[in-house]
Structure formats: C-alpha cells, structure tokens
C-alpha cells in the first residue's frame, strides 16, 4: 500500500511541484496551503508524513507542528528558507523528525522521506508502552497521557522522561541523564538536567497533583511507581 503524505506549504507552486514528484514515485498526496486546514488534515491520523513549512499564515509551522505532537508521532520533515542553527534545533526540540532548507534538491527530500518513513516502520514494529502511577508512554508513538490526558512535551523532555521511566526504581545521576539523553560525555556544569526536571515536574506532578519523579540529593533523580 502506497504512502500518504501531507504538504502543508503557502506557496502553491512549491506544495505543486513537491506533489508531482511524489506522486510520480507512487505517493498519494494531500496539499493545504495554511496552518490551520494543514492541522486539521493532520489530525485525521491519515498520513504516513507530514511536509510542513515553517512560515505559513493563520497557524505558524512551528505551532502546527507543536500541537500535531500532542497526539501524533507521525513523522514530519520541515521544509523552510530559515536556515539558521537555532531555527533547527527549535524545529527538532518540538518534535520535527528532519529539517531540510529551501531551495532544496528534490532528490535529497525523497531520500530523506523514504528514510523517514524506514524508521516509523522500525519503530512501530517494536512498540514499547511503560508506566508508572497514571502515566503512561507510548514510545511506538512517542506520546505521553496521564490519567487518560495527553501531556505536551518537547522531544527532549519526553526523551528524558522515557529514560527515567526505563530506569525506573533506580537512581540516575545528572551525568547518567546527559550522556544518554543528550548524547553527549558531559563533564561541567549539570544544570541542563535541573531545568527539564522542572519542565517535566511542572507539566506532570504539578498539574495532576502526583509525586513521579523524586530527587535523590547529590546524585540524580529515580522515578518511583509508588504513592
């Protein structure tokens, strides 16, 4: 069965030209030219991969794509003229999959949709679900809901709290947390943890009133599955 992609793109000969390509290498294609109809398109749950542009009137790429994360662990490539470092990493933090800058060679956007949707496959064939108290993480999905509720996290507060979740009843210390969630050896100032700690705590254990995750002084954080 082919797959469908949806082109959320103002530029009508852009979202045009993309949707030849596509469909000629046997996608079907769905296009909407403002943020709004391409969210409402997105949550239907129709589409195998979403092409979002970041500059869009009525609802901007970034919130599109910020509330499409609620929900949805569809993969979404973002395809901007904004090129700049922090452009990125914003996109990539609120959840974007890949990043590609215009004006872009079609080539390289079909490799890197057919990559895409390699790894939603990869994912989806090995789901993982872990819990503890009301909350539960879907990782197949990469969606988070207590008591039945979706939380709204940033891809790496969710990569985070998976980590403390597939730890859980252990203590992991600040370099623990920043190598593995980072990615990187971390050997100055762990103060990066704190903050997301607080995130976390301030979308999770403050809003459902729930102590999930307990600090161990000096040390780290453990998650325990206990009231």
């Given at each position: 069965m082919c797959s469908k992609i949806l082109i959320i793109e103002d530029e009508e000969k852009i979202a045009r030209f993309v949707e030849l390509e596509l469909s000629y290498e046997g996608y079907t294609v769905t296009k909407a030219f403002d943020g709004r109809t391409g969210l409402e398109l997105a949550e239907t749950g129709e589409f195998d991969l979403v092409l979002l542009d970041v500059m869009l009137p009525q609802l901007s790429g970034m919130e599109?794509?910020?509330?499409?994360?609620r929900t949805s662990a569809v993969p979404i490539i973002m395809l901007t003229a904004r090129d700049s470092v922090m452009?990125?990493?914003?996109g990539l933090d609120s959840g974007a999959n890949d990043y590609i800058t215009k004006p872009f060679a079609i080539e390289e956007l079909l490799a890197r949709i057919r990559n895409a949707l390699r790894k939603q496959i990869a994912v989806e064939d090995t789901t993982e679900l872990l819990s503890a108290l009301?909350?539960?993480l879907d990782m197949g999905r990469r969606t988070v809901t207590v008591k039945g509720?979706?939380?709204d996290l940033t891809k790496r507060e969710f990569d985070l709290l998976y980590f403390l979740l597939k730890n859980k009843g252990l203590v992991v210390s600040r370099e623990s947390l920043l190598e593995n969630v980072w990615g990187f050896d971390f050997t100055?100032?762990?103060n990066a943890v704190d903050v997301?700690?607080?995130?976390?705590?301030?979308?999770?254990?403050?809003v459902f009133d729930i102590k999930l995750i307990h600090t161990v002084r000096g040390v780290g954080y453990v998650i325990k599955d206990d009231r």
């Open positions: 599109v794509l910020r509330r499409i994360r452009d990125k990493v914003s009301d909350l539960q509720q979706p939380i100055g100032d762990t997301y700690i607080r995130f976390l705590r301030g979308k999770i254990d403050e």
